[in-house]
């Protein structure tokens, strides 16, 4: 009574060594209270607590209960840092929502244009059985009666099929009027397959950078990611779309050394990615990603010696904490010389193909100093 929860675990923790600890009969009052006299009875020790660089608690004592604590030069200081980088976290999630509701628009309409698109694929194929009927009626022409109200043929698979004909018209005109509805067809879907793969492309590139979007810790890759889609054409140009201007400096992608003093690469954006598997990445090294998920290229310099497991652990726990599955207990990651990368023809950055030499199963790992 009288304590806030963070004064009470901090008392709790110097006094037992737990700052969770549950209250029994036997507690230690003496040493308790000396605790909570060394908070109280001294001068100001004003500390901040920050985890992956963002604060999340400031006192006027050392709240030695919660790791990554540090001192602050005076309370004042430590009270602007932690409310600053709250309402930093807070225009970050904002932004991330803005631009993620406009990308959404437009993968929304790519997704229509690529269904009407397969639609009319769909509509191709039965072209090719108006010319195939038209070439078996003329094929059989010499056993068509007339008024046969149909044909029975067998196609190339041996399986037979049925030619519906028409009794008040001849077995040419028949024919005609299927290669003439076959001609009238044919050129409106011409070009529809090489359309509907640039829609796919198109779409694989806006969930890769969703999926980016989503995971971007700080307002700089958030940016990057932006200028990126900006770039890209998935940000809308019109007036009151885009609440404000993608800033003109791109980051540069993660590097961290492994335990083993491998130099490791991470890229947190298409671009990134681009430039870690294609720029950075030589064709020895060991490329890693996210199996079936939108995420991170990561390379190992290696120049084709061995990895040690300890590294190629830390390596693959980084491409899962950096894809999608972030939030899962244990990613697949696979792994391939960077040589068996490819990129995608006529895709959109960061998008490859690859020929996986194994999978290795493991938690994510956030990034290390």
Not at 197 to 213: F, V
């Amino acid at each position: 009574r009288g304590l806030s929860p963070l004064a009470a675990r901090e008392v709790t923790f110097r006094a037992l060594g737990d700052a969770e600890a549950m209250p029994a009969a036997d507690l230690p009052w003496e040493r308790i209270a000396t605790c909570l006299r060394s908070i109280w009875d001294v001068p100001w020790e004003p500390s901040l607590v920050q985890q992956e660089h963002i604060p999340i608690a400031f006192a006027a004592y050392t709240l030695s209960h919660l790791p990554g604590h540090m001192p602050s030069a005076s309370i004042s200081a430590a009270i602007e840092a932690f409310y600053t980088a709250g309402e930093r976290l807070t225009d970050h999630q904002q932004r991330r929502e803005a631009l993620r509701a406009q990308i959404l628009d437009l993968r929304e309409r790519v997704e229509r244009q690529h269904n009407a698109l397969a639609g009319e694929l769909a509509q191709a194929r039965d072209l090719e059985r108006l010319r195939w009927e038209g070439e078996m009626i003329f094929a059989y022409l010499h056993t068509i009666v007339p008024r046969q109200p149909e044909l029975r043929v067998e196609d190339e698979r041996g399986a037979e099929r049925i030619i519906r004909l028409n009794p008040d018209k001849s077995a040419v005109e028949s024919a005609q009027e299927r290669f003439r509805a076959y001609d009238k067809a044919k050129g409106a879907v011409e070009g529809v397959p090489e359309r509907l793969r640039a829609a796919e492309l198109k779409l694989a590139g806006i969930d890769e950078t969703l999926a980016l979007l989503e995971i971007a810790d700080g307002f700089d890759a958030i940016e990057t990611i932006a200028l990126e889609a900006s770039e890209q054409g998935f940000l809308s140009t019109r007036q009151g779309l885009v609440k404000r201007k993608p800033t003109r400096v791109k980051t540069a992608p993660l590097r961290l050394e492994s335990s083993d003093g491998l130099l490791i690469y991470a890229g947190r954006s298409a671009g990134q990615n681009e430039m870690v598997t294609f720029k950075l990445g030589s064709p020895d090294d060991l490329w890693l990603h996210a199996r079936g998920s939108p995420g991170a290229h990561v390379i190992i310099k290696s120049a084709g010696r061995p990895i040690p497991d300890q590294t190629l652990r830390e390596a693959a726990g980084l491409a899962a904490y950096l894809s999608k599955q972030r939030g899962e207990l244990a990613v697949e990651i696979d792994f391939a010389r960077r040589v068996h990368v490819r990129r995608i023809r006529g895709g959109p950055p960061g998008l490859v193909s690859y020929h996986a030499d194994g999978t290795i199963r493991v938690a994510p790992l956030a990034p290390w100093q």
